[in-house]
């Protein structure tokens, strides 16, 4: 049973940054690592993946030229690096890996619990 554990979330000034990371541990990442966000208002979201293993990378246009996602196998780790923060990028925070259909559907097999970011204006 893989478990997953995000950290690195918190409150920011816009246009600032902040490195969310999320640690894998009882097993490893599969196929995809792929970061998810949501707030009471929409639904959850993918913002970003990596192939485990191609190292791929897919980013949501909201997205795409200010945040980049990294991994780290040796660590079992996978990263998100937010830059030029904005106030609509307030949301909690998940990864997920295992997609059981496409990488953009919330329908993984494991997820985190997900990490607070909230960016002042």
């Known amino acids: 049973q893989v478990q997953l554990v995000e950290s690195g979330g918190g409150l920011v000034q816009a246009v600032g940054s902040l490195r969310l990371s999320c640690a894998a541990s009882?097993?490893?990442?599969?196929?995809?690592a792929s970061w998810f966000r949501q707030t009471p208002e929409k639904e959850r979201e993918l913002i970003a993946a990596?192939?485990?293993?191609?190292?791929?990378?897919w980013y949501s246009d909201s997205v795409k030229g200010r945040f980049t996602i990294s991994k780290n196998n040796a660590r079992n780790t996978v990263y998100l690096q937010m830059n030029s923060l904005k106030p609509e990028d307030t949301a909690v925070y998940y990864c997920a890996t295992e997609p059981r259909t496409g990488i953009t559907v919330p329908a993984y097999t494991y997820w985190g619990q997900g990490t607070q970011v909230t960016v002042s204006s």
């Open positions: 990596i192939g485990w293993n191609l190292a791929n990378t």
């Open positions: 009882g097993g490893t990442f599969s196929t995809f």
